[in-house]
């Protein structure tokens, strides 16, 4: 049985075939050799780890076909047994390699109580975050001889665009995350000979690309991606290092409400031009209304909070209690917070008109600087807003990714911030020379 592994890895694929960190990326511009580094990958793992048991995964089921299944259906022909019901590779030493995909946000879930060594996720950014975290627990083995680890292939851009850079290029991590399981192998066509030699028009096209496209395919460079929906914004332009606000500009508070998603806290003030600065966040995850409310109220301390404007959805009622007419009854969670001290406000949750209300804050104002600075200590909304892409259905809408703090931003944009009114100074009485009064009691005229 002669099994045809054609072809060489180069030198960035050969590291990637190395590699046995917890979770590792490969790629971040097109022309890499991503899917053949993959298939590769599991394949070598298959054959020499007896019975291991492995998941390639694609977005949508044609791809899945076109990367993988016709490839594997030549490459492996001989040395594994194809099941097309199943779509699983056999291996005679026992091994499986099974080929899956995710075309809707629910159909993860299929994987449910599922157990793999080895899960590789192709082109991990057009999977949403909770996508890739529900799959990270199907990845795991009670054998001593192998450590579970997961693999990915990426390019900038695409709806998980967010956590992939969060991980693997900006390495910023949550609690429960290690920095030391994260490995990111970057790969670009320049390190592909194979490619340019067989096929040097592709390398042309890249290189042609208008400037944003080209930065993102042919240089990898993750801070800009296709379909960005926010192009206004600029690290350089909007963000700013804190300083102490005066205390006479009006502040106010956003919250945009999530237990199992984050909770974005956003707090803002405006100047007396109109300009609103967002100085202050709180971004949780797993903590009960009542315990974000507290911490609100804390980081609040000795601020004049004009008001909060809140996600809608949090005057849901949510209780179990049937009443007689068949409906419930239970406290919101906006009842728990203004319970807790904090009242809300229902935020306007117009969409289109909120994002088009964004950019405008984006633009410049009359004196050349936009109308929203944000404090560099923001860190979840500068990572986020300009990570969010175009509604591939809606052309005026983002893509729901992560947008938890970008939609508390919108919120407390819609409600209409007034303009902060300098307080007016008593002004100081002039000298009356020919008044002959002492000082204090009439010695003084009023301006």
Known sequence: MILELKGIPNPKQAEFFRSTARHTAYGGA???????????????????????????MRRTLPELRENHVIPLLKELKGAAKYNAAERVFKFPNGSRLRLGYCDSASDVY???G???????????????????QFLTTCNRTVRRDFSPRMYYTCNPGGIGHGWVKRLFIDRTYRRGE?????????ARIYDNPALI????????????????????????????????????????????????????????RSIDWGYNDPCAVLWHAVDGEGRVYTYRELYLRYTRADQVAERIRRESEGEDIAYTVASPDMWQKRGAVLKANGGFEGESIAELFSLSGVPLTPADNSRIAGWQRVRSYLADAP???????IFSCCENLIRTLPGLIFDEHDREDAAQGEDHAPESLRYALMSRPAVSAEPRRRSSPAYDPFSEEPEGKGGFLAK
């Open 178 to 186: 290690r920095e030391s399981d994260y490995r990111f192998i970057p």
């Open 114 to 132: 599922q157990e793999y060594e080895v899960i590789g996720l192709e082109e991990a950014t057009h999977f949403t975050e909770e996508q890739m």
């Open 110 to 112: 299929q994987y449910q």
């Open 197 to 252: 030699t067989a096929d040097p028009e592709y390398l042309r096209q890249l290189e042609n690309l208008p400037d944003e496209l080209r930065r993102a395919y042919l240089d990898g460079d993750w801070d800009v991606l296709a379909g960005q929906f926010f192009r206004e914004f600029s690290r350089a332009k909007h963000v700013i290092e804190p300083f102490e606000l005066p205390s006479w500009w009006r502040r106010f």
């Open 367 to 373: 004196d050349g600087e936009p109308r929203l600075k």
């Open 30 to 56: 097109r022309g890499g050799g991503k899917s053949w580094a993959m298939r590769r990958k599991l394949v070598l793992l298959a054959l020499n780890y007896p019975g291991l048991n492995a998941l390639i």
